[in-house]
Nanobody, 123 residues
Framework: QVQLVQSGGGLVQAGGSLRLSCTASGTIVSINTMDWYRQPPGKQRELVAGIISGGSTNYADSVKGRFTISRDNAKNTVYLQMNSLKPEDTAVYYC?????????????????WGQGTQVSVSS
């Protein structure tokens, strides 16, 4: 009933920029938080940035000042603008959303994930 579809990512040289997008679709009533996570090779998934419906944001210390998270509530879309990329930013990036949605006649809450997208930064 709900799907998160990511776009963006790819290969970029150190110092470059990339923009990720993630759009939620389906029988959505409202979206609370929208987050970006990443999983570097051989490491655990970690929170990169998050944004709530009112617009407040939080960032991992490692990306503060370089990454910007934003959202378009009308489009159920969250963005991650990544500037001054470093090789250590290389990872698979995932979006996640905490939302309310209908399943049949039931109003439910749940967490959903995007499919993941590779970001590779060369030195």
């Amino acid at each position: 009933q709900v799907q998160l579809v990511q776009s963006g990512g790819g290969l970029v040289q150190a110092g470059g920029s990339l923009r990720l997008s993630c759009t939620a679709s389906g029988t959505i009533v409202s979206i609370n938080t929208m987050d970006w996570y990443r999983q570097p090779p051989g490491k655990q998934r970690e929170l990169v940035a998050g944004i709530i419906s009112g617009g407040s944001t939080n960032y991992a210390d490692s990306v503060k000042g370089r990454f910007t998270i934003s959202r378009d509530n009308a489009k159920n879309t969250v963005y991650l603008q990544m500037n001054s990329l470093k090789p250590e930013d290389t990872a698979v990036y995932y979006c996640a959303a905490d939302l309310r949605y209908y399943s049949g006649n039931w109003l439910l809450t749940g967490d959903f994930w995007g499919q993941g997208t590779q970001v590779s930064v060369s030195s």
